[in-house]
């Protein structure tokens, strides 16, 4: 069925698009086509609080920590989901169980940054240069990756929906920055009858420049612009019975899952998600987090469920800076800790389990007695999936100055 | 050797003669080459047009004539001596009051809410932050901004508009334009971010104080103004780079008072009745965490001086931090705990007499600098060398014949070509260690080089959007009323100014800027632009054309093709579009929307509209792009 989807394009636009074309005579890939798998990261800005999303209620030292935000599967109101008899699942991320029990969401605790850094700013830099000790590492994680992956370029090959490029991707590789994708199209505010003509005047001067860079991209952007057809955009309809949040993050995804359906080459895709900082009364079965939570599972689910058959090609992984303090504050939330936990979800993954090195929460255990300490390093995972599902095997490069073990997590 | 190669070589001596012969002043003033474009083949027209391209924001109509009436080479001697009159800028500039703040006046003006809270906390007035109904937010709210009120601060979002605003207008009309383009890429080279928000505060004075009086002059001196700047180090977390490892602070743990109030502290976290149990257990569990960080020692090098290959190793980055240590900000929030600590302890002067260092907004921590002896490159420095150590070292980095070659690639990457010969770069170098840094003797080679002219050259760098941006409005003389609408399209275009989040600042080069999402985007702003539906952005497209109607559009693209790209073969382009255009009954189409807008002024509108379509066009156009 998908590669009709070439024969549409071949027909509608007098011609294969030029990047496609190159693609194609790439002796690398077979078909330009050929499903390449997408990995699509989620960054929860602000730390999101791991022993409240998978909390570790079996540990007594728990319901001392946290007196007040202890929550457990006893529980009648608001049930927690329990995962493993161990941890269990806040029950506003409830939509996640299925897939956990179907075994295609993995769930991976005590993650984060061997850098100990409790500052949001250094801790996400780290995290997305995937360098935790050096700042100064021009690229991120994500668009080496998508150069390690060695297939030619779509200019939807790596696409981030946020309005400024995130650090994440910043690098060598081409990305796309773009909140809206009905953004990409050329726009005549002024006077929409000639916005025709202004693409086709460009399109002529593009074509004409003597400039190589400019003639080559100009030729791909009007491709591109033509493959992603604005109408397509505005009256897309997900799968039946999805309805996605009307949130950042489900409007992102959405967005994404247009992508992905539009066989256009993306490879990774990333979106963001806010308010994880709970400092304030972060509630339990209900309040700031039980709402963030929601959405945050529900888009995701929304997402997953949307891609549909797509779904063998998909693997969503979430991050988060680090994690939040085990014992609660005087204000009824959790300060700026260590580990958190992350989500990885997809038909790759070895799914339904926690995977986790955490000793336990008494006092002797924790990072300056204080935080859930780092027992697993982020880059053990963002490794794994890379490795695994984008058919990456050079760690080195992916990951400089690491060379600690992939963490067993995805079916092989 | 062949003549022209002993030419060459003639040619770099005397310059070097002149560099050493001279002091700067005298120097600039009596060294009065000939630009060789005439060898490259330029017409003097050409050559002034390349001039503006590279050394300024974009000409502006008619900017060739005056440069060729003052002289290439005078013309370019001004620029660096950045004393041209603004007074039509300071006009512009006179309602952005945080340029005449210290940079305590802006901590004191523009506190984060974090400082907020603090304070307020501190003064006993309650915030209530207990419920998150939509209600309780609300309250929560308006209790930020009663305090706001009453102490008289104003949001940090108004710091952050003034800082991108005051950039933009100074691009787009300062007579000194060399200044304003070198302080553009001084900061990209010591970028800092506002990404953290650490270096919201201190960014403004950052680029004002340390980088734009420094940006024509020395380099060692930008070295030590961006090293000693609060911006700098909390961007580059030095004011976390700590020892112990001095006698004040052996003397601080032995002294039995201090002793006892870390034990009286220690009781007081672990007790948890304790109103702060929690809050000490932080701050003694961070003050344990405490020591060395090297993120600045490694950047001055890899990114400041050295380069990356400059021939230092990890043991160089670690020792130059031990050399850094102490080196950090002076507290200026007022009532904030830092300030009254020093207050307490006696104040300034009692610092001074301990061993610190204050240095306006800079303080040199004597009780947290390590003593120890260090060895960094081939500089050893003896034991309790104090503050002046560090100095020292960013003496010796600044004038490393690595760091030469290094800032002198560096700036013939943005001024030259995005891939410049070794040639030109040892002759930068040369002149960079000869005067010790002097960055106008730099650029003076460069712009004397033959490289600088060559054909191949000409046309060949891609701007960034932000010159894309203020390019276009010195092109047809635009007045910006609203600058920060240029700041959300740069963003969109891909260059989200003073927010670059790694130290690496943007890369400079074509590969970086161009991509399909930002070309999109840079059309759209050319129509954006030229129709004026970019708000608080206004044209008069006529009076480029002293107000004459072109008669056709084909006269139109002819007219304001030479005038937007002047000294540049516009033909070709213009041949490929009058097919278009007729094709499509252009102006048939734009004429019927206006018509029924508005009938009383359908004429001017018509041409107006058709003029704008077509400066559009040529703003978007590849040939706009380059510069």
């Given at each position: 069925?998908?590669?009709?989807?070439?024969?549409?394009?071949?027909?509608?636009?007098?011609?294969?698009?030029?990047?496609?074309?190159?693609?194609?005579?790439?002796?690398?890939?077979?078909?330009?086509?050929?499903?390449?798998?997408?990995?699509?990261c989620?960054?929860?800005?602000?730390?999101?609080?791991?022993?409240?999303?998978?909390?570790?209620?079996?540990?007594?030292?728990?319901?001392?920590?946290?007196?007040?935000?202890?929550?457990?599967?006893?529980?009648?109101?608001?049930?927690?989901?329990d995962?493993?008899?161990?941890?269990?699942?806040?029950?506003?991320?409830?939509?996640?169980?299925?897939?956990?029990?179907?075994?295609?969401?993995?769930?991976?605790?005590?993650?984060?940054?061997?850098?100990?850094?409790?500052?949001h700013f250094?801790?996400?830099?780290?995290?997305?240069?995937?360098?935790?000790?050096?700042?100064?590492?021009?690229?991120?994680?994500?668009?080496?990756?998508?150069?390690?992956?060695?297939?030619?370029?779509?200019?939807?090959?790596?696409?981030?929906?946020?309005?400024a490029?995130?650090?994440?991707?910043?690098?060598?590789?081409?990305?796309?920055?773009?909140?809206?994708?009905?953004?990409?199209?050329?726009?005549?505010?002024?006077?929409?009858?000639?916005?025709?003509?202004?693409?086709?005047?460009?399109?002529?001067?593009?074509?004409?420049?003597?400039?190589?860079?400019?003639?080559?991209?100009?030729?791909?952007?009007?491709?591109?612009?033509?493959?992603?057809?604005v109408?397509?955009?505005?009256?897309?309809?997900?799968?039946?019975?999805?309805?996605?949040?009307?949130?950042?993050?489900?409007?992102?995804?959405?967005?994404?899952?247009?992508?992905i359906?539009?066989?256009?080459?993306?490879e990774?895709?990333?979106?963001?998600?806010?308010?994880?900082?709970?400092?304030?009364?972060?509630?339990?079965?209900?309040?700031?987090?039980?709402?963030?939570f929601?959405?945050?599972?529900?888009?995701?689910?929304?997402?997953?469920?949307?891609?549909?058959?797509?779904?063998?090609?998909?693997?969503?992984?979430?991050?988060?800076?680090?994690?939040?303090?085990?014992?609660?504050?005087?204000?009824?939330?959790?300060?700026?800790?260590?580990?958190?936990?992350?989500?990885?979800?997809?038909?790759?993954?070895?799914?339904?389990?926690?995977?986790?090195?955490?000793?336990?929460?008494?006092?002797?255990?924790?990072?300056?007695?204080?935080?859930?300490?780092?027992?697993?390093?982020?880059?053990?995972?963002?490794s794994?999936?890379?490795?695994?599902h984008?058919?990456?095997?050079?760690?080195?490069?992916?990951?400089?100055?690491?060379?600690?073990?992939?963490?067993?997590?995805?079916?092989? | 050797?062949?003549?022209?190669?002993?030419?060459?070589?003639?040619?770099?001596?005397?310059?070097?003669?002149?560099?050493?012969?001279?002091?700067?002043?005298?120097?600039?003033?009596?060294?009065?080459?000939?630009?060789?474009?005439?060898?490259?083949?330029?017409?003097?027209?050409?050559?002034?047009a390349?001039?503006?391209?590279?050394?300024?924001?974009?000409?502006?109509?008619?900017?060739?004539?005056?440069?060729?009436?003052?002289?290439?080479?005078?013309?370019?001697?001004?620029?660096?001596?950045?004393?041209?009159?603004?007074?039509?800028?300071?006009?512009?500039?006179?309602?952005?009051?945080?340029?005449?703040?210290?940079?305590?006046?802006?901590?004191?003006?523009?506190?984060?809410?974090?400082?907020?809270?603090?304070?307020?906390?501190?003064?006993?007035?309650?915030?209530?932050?207990?419920?998150?109904?939509?209600?309780?937010?609300?309250?929560?709210?308006?209790?930020?901004?009663?305090?706001?009120?009453?102490?008289?601060?104003?949001?940090?979002?108004?710091?952050?508009?003034?800082?991108?605003?005051?950039?933009?207008?100074?691009?787009?009309?300062?007579?000194?334009?060399?200044?304003?383009?070198?302080?553009?890429?001084?900061?990209?080279?010591?970028?800092?971010?506002?990404?953290?928000?650490?270096?919201?505060?201190y960014?403004?004075?950052?680029?004002?104080?340390?980088?734009?009086?420094?940006?024509l002059?020395?380099?060692?001196?930008?070295?030590?103004?961006?090293?000693?700047?609060?911006?700098?180090?909390?961007?580059?977390?030095?004011?976390?780079?700590?020892?112990?490892?001095?006698?004040?602070?052996?003397?601080?743990?032995?002294?039995?008072?201090?002793?006892l109030?870390?034990?009286?502290?220690?009781?007081?976290?672990?007790?948890?009745?304790?109103?702060?149990?929690?809050?000490?257990?932080?701050?003694?569990?961070?003050?344990?965490?405490?020591?060395?960080?090297e993120?600045?020692?490694?950047?001055?090098?890899?990114?400041?001086?050295?380069?990356?290959?400059?021939?230092?190793?990890?043991?160089?980055?670690?020792?130059?931090?031990?050399a850094?240590?102490?080196?950090?900000?002076?507290?200026?929030?007022?009532?904030?705990?830092?300030?009254?600590?020093i207050?307490?302890?006696?104040?300034?002067?009692?610092?001074?007499?301990?061993?610190?260092?204050?240095?306006?907004?800079?303080l040199?921590?004597?009780?947290?600098?390590?003593?120890?002896?260090?060895?960094?490159?081939?500089?050893?420095?003896?034991?309790?060398?104090?503050?002046?150590?560090?100095?020292?070292?960013?003496?010796?980095?600044?004038?490393?014949?690595?760091t030469?070659?290094?800032?002198?690639?560096?700036?013939?990457?943005r001024?030259?070509?995005?891939?410049?010969?070794?040639?030109?770069?040892?002759?930068?170098?040369?002149?960079?260690l000869?005067?010790?840094?002097?960055?106008?003797?730099?650029?003076?080679?460069?712009?004397?080089?033959?490289?600088?002219?060559?054909?191949?050259?000409?046309?060949?760098?891609?701007?960034?959007?932000?010159?894309?941006?203020?390019?276009?409005?010195?092109?047809?003389?635009?007045?910006?009323?609203?600058?920060?609408?240029?700041?959300?399209?740069?963003?969109?275009?891909?260059?989200?100014?003073?927010?670059?989040?790694a130290?690496?600042?943007?890369?400079?080069?074509?590969?970086y800027?161009?991509?399909?999402?930002?070309?999109?985007?840079?059309?759209?702003?050319?129509?954006?632009?030229?129709?004026?539906?970019?708000?608080?952005?206004?044209?008069?497209?006529?009076?480029?054309?002293?107000?004459?109607?072109?008669?056709?559009?084909?006269?139109?693209?002819?007219?304001?093709?030479?005038?937007?790209?002047?000294?540049?073969?516009?033909?070709?382009?213009?041949?490929?579009?009058?097919?278009?255009?007729?094709?499509?009954?252009?102006?048939?189409?734009?004429?019927?929307?206006?018509?029924?807008?508005?009938?009383?002024?359908?004429?001017?509108?018509?041409?107006?509209?058709?003029?704008?379509?077509?400066?559009?066009?040529?703003i978007?156009?590849?040939?706009?792009?380059?510069?």
């Amino acid at each position: 069925m998908r590669n009709s989807a070439m024969a549409l394009f071949a027909a509608g636009f007098g011609g294969v698009p030029n990047f496609i074309a190159r693609a194609a005579s790439n002796k690398k890939i077979i078909a330009p086509y050929k499903k390449n798998k997408v990995l699509v990261c989620i960054f929860q800005r602000g730390a999101m609080d791991g022993l409240m999303a998978v909390s570790p209620y079996a540990d007594a030292s728990l319901k001392t920590l946290r007196p007040t935000l202890y929550m457990s599967p006893a529980e009648t109101e608001g049930k927690m989901f329990d995962l493993d008899g161990h941890f269990g699942l806040h029950p506003s991320l409830a939509a996640f169980a299925p897939m956990f029990t179907e075994k295609r969401m993995a769930i991976v605790h005590g993650v984060g940054s061997p850098n100990n850094t409790r500052s949001h700013f250094d801790a996400q830099d780290y995290m997305e240069s995937g360098t935790p000790f050096n700042k100064g590492t021009a690229s991120g994680w994500l668009n080496r990756a998508v150069g390690l992956t060695g297939h030619e370029a779509s200019p939807f090959r790596a696409v981030s929906l946020t309005s400024a490029m995130p650090r994440i991707l910043y690098g060598d590789n081409e990305a796309l920055a773009i909140n809206n994708l009905q953004d990409f199209a050329i726009q005549n505010r002024a006077n929409a009858g000639t916005a025709n003509i202004a693409g086709k005047s460009f399109e002529e001067l593009y074509d004409a420049t003597s400039s190589d860079i400019l003639n080559k991209t100009g030729k791909e952007s009007f491709e591109a612009m033509k493959m992603l057809n604005v109408n397509n955009l505005k009256n897309y309809k997900p799968a039946a019975d999805v309805v996605y949040p009307n949130s950042a993050l489900g409007n992102s995804l959405k967005q994404i899952a247009v992508l992905i359906k539009m066989d256009v080459g993306l490879e990774v895709a990333f979106a963001e998600s806010g308010g994880w900082d709970t400092h304030f009364n972060q509630g339990t079965t209900n309040g700031l987090l039980a709402n963030n939570f929601k959405d945050f599972s529900n888009s995701i689910t929304a997402f997953w469920k949307d891609l549909n058959n797509y779904q063998d090609d998909v693997t969503v992984m979430t991050m988060t800076e680090f994690g939040r303090t085990a014992f609660q504050n005087g204000t009824g939330g959790t300060d700026h800790g260590r580990a958190s936990c992350l989500f990885v979800l997809g038909n790759d993954v070895q799914g339904g389990k926690v995977y986790h090195n955490i000793k336990s929460l008494a006092r002797e255990d924790l990072e300056d007695k204080r935080d859930l300490p780092v027992s697993t390093d982020f880059r053990s995972v963002f490794s794994a999936v890379a490795n695994n599902h984008l058919n990456i095997h050079d760690n080195k490069s992916l990951f400089p100055e690491w060379d600690e073990n992939v963490l067993q997590m995805m079916r092989t | 050797m062949n003549f022209k190669r002993m030419g060459k070589c003639f040619f770099v001596s005397i310059i070097l003669f002149a560099l050493s012969a001279f002091t700067q002043k005298t120097f600039v003033e009596k060294y009065k080459p000939k630009f060789p474009y005439k060898k490259a083949g330029l017409t003097k027209r050409e050559a002034a047009a390349h001039l503006l391209n590279r050394f300024t924001f974009g000409p502006t109509p008619n900017q060739i004539d005056e440069v060729l009436e003052i002289g290439l080479e005078k013309w370019f001697n001004q620029q660096l001596t950045e004393t041209l009159d603004d007074s039509d800028l300071q006009k512009r500039l006179v309602n952005y009051d945080v340029l005449s703040m210290s940079t305590e006046q802006i901590v004191n003006t523009f506190p984060n809410q974090g400082q907020i809270i603090a304070l307020a906390k501190s003064n006993n007035i309650i915030l209530k932050n207990t419920d998150t109904t939509a209600k309780g937010k609300e309250e929560y709210k308006e209790q930020l901004k009663q305090i706001m009120q009453q102490y008289g601060y104003k949001p940090v979002a108004e710091l952050e508009r003034q800082l991108i605003n005051q950039k933009i207008l100074r691009a787009a009309y300062s007579n000194n334009q060399l200044q304003e383009v070198m302080t553009d890429f001084w900061f990209n080279h010591f970028n800092v971010s506002l990404t953290k928000p650490q270096c919201l505060q201190y960014t403004f004075t950052y680029e004002r104080d340390a980088i734009r009086p420094n940006a024509l002059g020395n380099f060692s001196k930008i070295l030590l103004t961006t090293a000693k700047h609060p911006a700098m180090l909390e961007y580059l977390d030095n004011t976390l780079s700590v020892s112990t490892n001095n006698p004040l602070s052996q003397k601080q743990n032995n002294n039995p008072a201090a002793k006892l109030l870390q034990q009286k502290l220690t009781d007081m976290a672990n007790d948890s009745s304790q109103k702060n149990s929690a809050f000490l257990k932080q701050m003694l569990d961070a003050k344990k965490t405490q020591g060395l960080n090297e993120n600045y020692a490694r950047e001055i090098m890899e990114l400041h001086t050295l380069g990356v290959d400059g021939g230092y190793t990890q043991n160089d980055v670690t020792q130059l931090a031990r050399a850094l240590t102490g080196w950090s900000a002076m507290p200026l929030l007022r009532d904030g705990a830092a300030k009254k600590l020093i207050d307490k302890a006696g104040g300034v002067e009692k610092l001074r007499e301990r061993g610190f260092i204050v240095d306006s907004i800079f303080l040199f921590r004597a009780d947290k600098h390590d003593e120890g002896e260090k060895i960094i490159l081939t500089q050893t420095l003896p034991a309790n060398g104090g503050y002046a150590e560090g100095e020292k070292m960013i003496e010796f980095l600044a004038t490393h014949p690595s760091t030469a070659k290094f800032i002198s690639k560096k700036l013939a990457t943005r001024f030259v070509s995005d891939h410049p010969s070794d040639d030109l770069i040892n002759k930068m170098a040369a002149a960079f260690l000869k005067t010790k840094g002097n960055i106008k003797s730099v650029l003076i080679v460069m712009v004397n080089s033959d490289e600088f002219w060559k054909a191949d050259v000409l046309r060949e760098k891609i701007k960034s959007p932000f010159e894309l941006a203020i390019s276009s409005v010195r092109a047809t003389k635009a007045e910006v009323q609203q600058p920060f609408q240029l700041f959300l399209w740069c963003t969109k275009m891909g260059q989200k100014f003073y927010y670059y989040q790694a130290p690496t600042g943007f890369p400079d080069k074509a590969s970086y800027w161009i991509n399909s999402g930002s070309l999109l985007n840079r059309m759209n702003f050319g129509l954006a632009f030229a129709t004026e539906k970019i708000p608080g952005i206004k044209l008069n497209l006529s009076a480029l054309n002293n107000n004459q109607e072109p008669e056709s559009i084909e006269a139109a693209l002819n007219i304001y093709s030479n005038t937007l790209l002047p000294e540049r073969d516009n033909s070709k382009n213009i041949q490929r579009l009058i097919p278009l255009i007729n094709d499509n009954n252009l102006e048939k189409k734009i004429n019927n929307v206006t018509a029924v807008k508005n009938d009383m002024v359908l004429n001017d509108k018509k041409n107006n509209n058709m003029i704008a379509q077509v400066v559009g066009v040529i703003i978007g156009s590849p040939e706009f792009q380059r510069k």
